[in-house]
Structure formats: C-alpha cells, structure tokens
C-alpha cells in the first residue's frame, strides 16, 4: 500500500484497541438454581468437541456459560449482570469470546476469558461512546476479529440544506443518485440510496472481477422481545442498528467511522486492520484463510449486503459479491484459499450455497451453485474444521430443514431429523465431525442438542426439558400456518395460534402480531407473549407482511418507498383472512408489533381506525421525521435505505408517519419502551401517547428499566407480557 494511501486510511479509522484487564469470572463457582424457566442459545465448542458455550438466561438474565456437550456439569462464568449477546470459543480452546450490551442498551463490547473463567477482559468497545462487536477467530486461535464503531466527532452541523445537483453526484456524501438497475424495483418499491458509499481498503482500490460495479463502491453493513435469543438481533446484524457506508452523515457533518482488527486476547501482539469504512456501522470479519492472506467481509445495508474479500497485506478489494440478509456468518474460505463457500443470493430470489473460486489476489474468476432449493433460503451455514464438510440449513416456509453435504465429493446431501421447527444456530464440534445445535419450536423454549458424527441429536442435560415449557396444565399451543391473499394479489404468509377449550368453528377475539424488522419473518417458536395471550382466551396470528424475509428477495424488496403503503394494507388484509376464514370475531379485534411491528401497529390504528378495538405498540416509530433526528446516527444511515431519505423523501417520510394522521385515532393505545433504546428513542412512544390523550383517548406507557430495544430481563419480560395481556383483555370485553 501507498504511504499517503495508508497515512489517509489511519487518519480516518477508530484507535485500535488495547485490551481492559477485569477481575476474573467466576468459573467454577456452584451453579446458581434456575429463577425461571430458562432458554439456551447461541452454542459455540471448543476445538474437542466436549464442552460448550453457550448463552443462558437461568439466573433472569443471559448470561455466559460452559458445559459438557454429553453431560450436566455446567458453569456460569461471566456472572455480571450485563446480558451477553455472542459468544465464541478460539479454535486453540484458549479463549472464549463474547459480546455484552452494557446496561441492556444498544452499544456493546467485546471480551475474551479463560475457560476456566481467569484472564477476563475487554478486547473492544471500553472507549465511551464507541460500541464493538464480534468477528471471526483465526485459523490458528491467535487472534480474534472485532469490530469497533465510533461516533463523529461534533461538527455543530445539523441538517444538510444544499444537495448535489443530479448530474454531478458527490461521492463523498451518502446517498447520492440512485445507481443503475436499482432506481425501481418490484413497481412502485424504490430502493432509495446512492452510489460511492464507504470502501473496504483506503481508497476503494482493487480488482472488480466482473462484480458490474466500481471497486470500493459497496456500502457499509447494517443491524421480536422473546425468552430466549431473538431472531434478528438489535445490533450490528439485526433489525435495529443497520449501518450503511456513506461518505458523509445523514447532517452532511462528518460521518461515522468503523474499523475492523484481528486482536491478541493475551495483548502481547498489536492489533492488525483488516478493514475500514466511513459513514458505515457494521463491518464484520467472516473468515481469514488459512495463510492469512485474505479475509472475508460481510458489509451493506440491509437488502444490499455484499461479501468481500479483502487481501490482508495491502487491504486491497478482490472479489465483491452480493449475499442475502439475515445470519451473518456467510461462508468459509477452503483450506488453500482458492475457493469460497457462501450462502448467497447474487442473482436469485433465494439464498443458494455458491461456490466462488478465487485468483491469487482474492479475485473472482469463477462462479458455481453447489447446493440450491427452489422456493428455499439457505439460512444457516457451517463448516467442518477441514472443511471437507458443510452444514446447510434451509428456510422452508418458516420452518428449518437440516443437511450435511460433502464438500469434496459428488454424494447427495444427508438428511438430520430434527426434533423441533427451528434452527437457530449451527456449530461444528470437535475432529470427528460432530454437530451443536441451538433449536427452536413451538413445544419448547430455545435449547441445544449435541450430534455426534452419524448420529441422532440429543438435548443438553443443561437445556430446559419440553414439559418444563411452561406450568402444568396449559401446554403450549402449535400454530398452523396460512397464506392470506393482499388486495393487489400478492401472497402472504403467517402462523395462526388458537386458544385451547373454545369449540370447532366458533370464532375467537384475536391479536394481530406484527414482527420487527420490516426483513424479519414469523417462525413456529415458542413464545411466552404468545402463551401469555393465549391463557387470556385470546387468538394471536402472526402474519409476514411484504417487507419480510423467507418468502424472496421481491418479497423482502416490496415495501420499499411508497410500497410501505401497501404494507400498512396488508395488516387490514390479514384481518380480513382470519375473520373470512371463520377464526376470529370482527368485533373484537387488536394489533400489536415490537420495533417496526411497533410502528406497523400505530400506522394501522390510524389508516383503518375502525378495524381494530385497541393496540399495543412496542419500541415503535410513530413520526419518521423525530425517528431520523433522535436515533443514533448509523441506524440513521442504514434506515433511510429502508424508508426514505430525512431531507430528500421529507413528504415522503411525513406521509407514512402515524402522527402525521393522529386525529383519525379512535381506540385505547398502550406503548411500552426500554428506557435505554437509542434504537428507536422513547420519545417516539411518548409523544404518540401524548396526542392520544389529547384527543381524549385512554392511552397508557409503560417504561421498562435497565432495558433497551430488545427486551432481555426475565423480570421485565414478565411484566411486559402480563401488562399487554392485562390491555388486551380489558379492552375486548373479556
């Protein structure tokens, strides 16, 4: 790399960090008697195969933990009371690493312990105001990737009033002209957002290998409250925190800055940059090959996301190609580094494995398809140690189906049965070739299995057992799933759940619940909310309206700028299915959604205000405008591709807004917040609220403590669920 290239780059990045030492963790200490009725989720083994760790919320909050993948010895090993969202244990078994959201908000940091829970420190994200997030390890275990995302300093800048003529684009501000083949899409649905967003190396440099576009011009990377992991993380990779690379902010001041570095856990190397990017806020590491010579990037805004490769030595861009949203963990490269395995949706519908191979420099020079389903994401993806074996899970119509493929040999793919819907999560443990698992079901709270090599899957000791779901004497209800029909002709998904004890054929009140995201989808799992409801006497169909995930890529890209209106119409669509199908009382109607279910919520109460009798809106946007000037600055960026631009889409944006239609309100709302969400900024809850008694409506907030967007505290789960519930059944007549 250029001197003046390289000096530009490191006058642009975040500082690297340099590890925090803490006391060390409790490690072997007995293990605190479950509070509550506990999941267990996100599995990550060590290099045998015979322990794992793993996420658990037995003590009310999700804490890190380890135990035998055959046996009931477990450990807590981190026991503060932040809640830790990733975990990973080093290929060597020397470090286990983890993510924590301090407070329960949205800023997290990384840290790496001991097995035996000694040497616990912060790796990235202690700096005040920065926030970091897990990458992948090295081959080797001699260092783990991280990602550090840093505010811009203050430039006194608020809103950018002069705009870039059309035929003069400015590259070094966010969302410039729309590029080609991405002005419209699916009719009415823009894509809003511009060309020359961020880089991967200091100036963008580096082969293109046919990708259809300048190198460098990619975008940076983007970010439903259950008991147990969500799907769709608030953060870097979920529906909250979606960072897009722009040049510039959204204020036209100085933009975010997100840098990426394999780091030392023990600090005796330096760290080393791997990636940078301006006006970006998720960039995660996937892979290092073997050699170290190249590294695997995800990055892009929610719909767009790309996979990088990235030459370590000059952090110069070879192959670029687009990859499909949801888990962040793409691909894996081959043990010479020649071929790159990714779960892709470059130019299809749905997600397939794809099979890149790769020149010397990490450029692109050739493309296959090694494994596809027609009408099928490819959702999770994992690898063998010496990558002769993959793991493949597929999204079939909510529900998950599990194979494993050889990756050297021309066999057919082997079926796993599965004991439960859905596949959260998919790690290999140890040299044999076994398998982790974290499930998901309608039966049961999240749990792991461990599968020994040709082997039937078997549940943890440590796992909460099937029966211990919920109390004696209300099992959990399995949803059946429907496919309404919209207005315009567009299919529809969803999972209707019934109440126990009410007669064949007699039609029940029902809660439309709406997910997050908008790029969420519904799946068949197990949810207290649900549960709680259903105990009430009421009915819950959870339908995926156009903007959700699972159902293809046109599917996912329809609510798009004007195509949100169609979205509100689908809430009143899917009403319309359950009522005409003779399942739920027009009566007694009510809608309720978390995050973008939130703002979908409100959106409705106020376009069809004499369908429903109430609502409960959660963590939901109820003005776009205030959205945009409260939220942090790269949820902010990533956002506007999903809605509009705050300034350009101004009428836009006001027209979609509930507040913008507040006077049509006619029934009871209930908001509930975290009161650390930086996310969607309580306000948004407050001032929605606040007209509604103005109007002379009964409208109630409730605020829970220590939390953010997502809700992770068993005790504020509880009363979250009971308060909706208590709404609800009030406000229906039960």
């Known amino acids: 790399m250029a001197a003046g290239a390289r000096d530009r780059l490191i006058g642009a990045m975040s500082a690297a960090p340099v590890p925090v030492p803490l006391a060390d963790a409790a490690g072997t200490r007995d293990t605190p008697r479950p509070l509550v009725a506990h999941g267990c989720w996100y599995p990550s083994a060590d290099p045998t195969g015979e322990w794992v760790a793993f996420i658990c919320d037995r003590t009310g909050v999700p804490q890190l933990w380890t135990g035998l993948a055959d046996g009931s010895e477990i450990h807590l090993l981190d026991a503060d009371p932040d809640p830790v969202t990733e975990v990973s244990w080093s290929p060597d078994g020397r470090w286990i690493a983890y993510t924590v959201a301090p407070g329960g908000g949205e800023h997290t940091r990384v840290l790496c312990v001991r097995p035996d829970g000694t040497g616990r420190r912060i790796v990235a994200g202690a700096d005040a105001g920065s926030s970091a997030y897990l990458g992948c390890w090295t081959r080797d275990g001699s260092a783990v990737a991280v990602t550090v995302a840093e505010p811009p300093p203050p430039t006194g800048l608020t809103v950018r009033t002069v705009l870039p003529e059309p035929s003069a684009p400015d590259h070094g501000t966010a969302f410039g002209d729309l590029p080609t083949g991405w002005a419209e899409r699916d009719g009415p649905a823009t894509l809003l957002g ?196 993959a793991a493949l899970a597929w999204n079939v119509r909510g529900a998950s189906e599990l194979e494993t493929l050889s990756l050297s040999t021309a066999a057919r793919p082997r079926r796993v049965p599965l004991p439960h819907e859905v596949v959260t999560r998919i790690t290999r443990a140890g040299p044999a070739g076994g398998t982790v698992l974290a499930l998901s079901g309608s039966q049961r709270r999240p749990g792991v299995w461990w599968a020994p090599p040709g082997g039937l899957s078997a549940r943890t000791p440590w796992s909460s057992r099937d029966e211990d779901a919920v109390p004696p004497g209300r099992p959990p209800v399995r949803p059946v799933p429907l496919r309404p029909t919209a207005r315009d002709g567009v299919r529809l998904g969803g999972w209707y759940y019934r109440a126990a004890g009410r007669d064949a054929g007699r039609p029940g009140p029902c809660v439309i619940h709406l997910h997050g995201g908008p790029e969420e989808q519904e799946r068949p799992v197990f949810d207290p909310l649900y549960h709680e409801l259903l105990g009430r006497g009421l009915d819950v169909f959870a339908p995926d309206v156009r903007g959700s995930s699972g159902w293809g890529r046109s599917f996912v890209d329809a609510d798009l700028g004007t195509g949100r209106f169609a979205a509100i119409d689908d809430v009143a669509d899917c009403a319309a ?3 005409l199908d003779g399942l739920a009382d027009p009566t007694r109607l009510a809608v309720m959604g978390r995050s973008y279910g939130g703002y979908l919520t409100m959106a409705s109460l106020v376009w069809h205000p004499e369908l429903f009798r109430t609502g409960v809106a959660v963590c939901g946007m109820s003005d776009l405008s205030t959205f945009f000037a409260g939220t942090e600055p790269w949820i902010a960026e990533s956002a506007a591709h999903k809605y509009g631009h705050p300034v350009r889409d101004r009428e836009l944006l006001r027209s979609l807004s509930p507040m913008s239609r507040v006077d049509a309100l006619r029934v009871p709302l209930l908001a509930v917040h975290g009161e650390h969400d930086t996310n969607v900024p309580p306000g948004e809850s407050e001032q929605m609220v606040r007209a509604a008694r103005e109007r002379g409506l009964p409208a109630e907030m409730l605020t829970l403590r220590d939390e953010g967007h997502e809700f992770r505290r068993a005790d504020n789960r509880r009363l979250f669920r009971r308060t909706a519930a208590d709404w609800m059944q009030r406000h229906l007549g039960l």
């Not at 990779?237 to 979606?242: L, M, T």
């Not at 995800?298 to 190609?321: K, M």
């Not at 494994?371 to 140690?385: C, M, P, Q, T, V």
Request: hydrophobic content about 35%.
């Open 194 to 389: 511009g060309t020359g967003h961020g880089q991967v190396g200091p100036d963008g440099s580096g082969p293109d290998h046919g990708t259809g576009a300048p190198a460098g011009h990619g975008t940076g990377v983007a970010g439903r409250a259950t008991d147990g992991p969500v799907h769709g993380t608030a953060g870097p990779d979920g529906e909250g925190p979606g960072l897009d690379g722009g040049g510039s902010g959204l204020d036209g001041g100085a933009p975010d800055r997100l840098t990426a570095y394999l780091v030392d856990p023990s600090g005796l190397g330096s760290p080393v940059l791997v990636a940078a990017e301006s006006g970006a806020a998720t960039l995660r590491v996937c892979d290092v090959s073997q050699d170290g010579r190249l590294a695997l990037v995800r990055r892009g805004p929610r719909g767009r996301r790309e996979a990088v490769v990235v030459r370590t030595a000059d952090l110069a861009t070879g192959s670029v190609l687009r990859v499909g949203d949801g888990d962040p963990w793409i691909g894996r490269f081959s043990q010479d580094g020649r071929t790159l395995w990714l779960r892709s949706d470059h130019e299809r519908q749905f997600a397939a494995l794809l099979a890149a191979t790769l020149d010397e420099d990490g450029g692109r020079v050739g493309l296959s398809v090694v494994a596809e389903r027609e009408g099928s994401d490819l959702e999770l993806l994992a690898f063998a140690e010496d990558g002769r074996t």
């Open 577 to 579: 299915h359950v009522v």
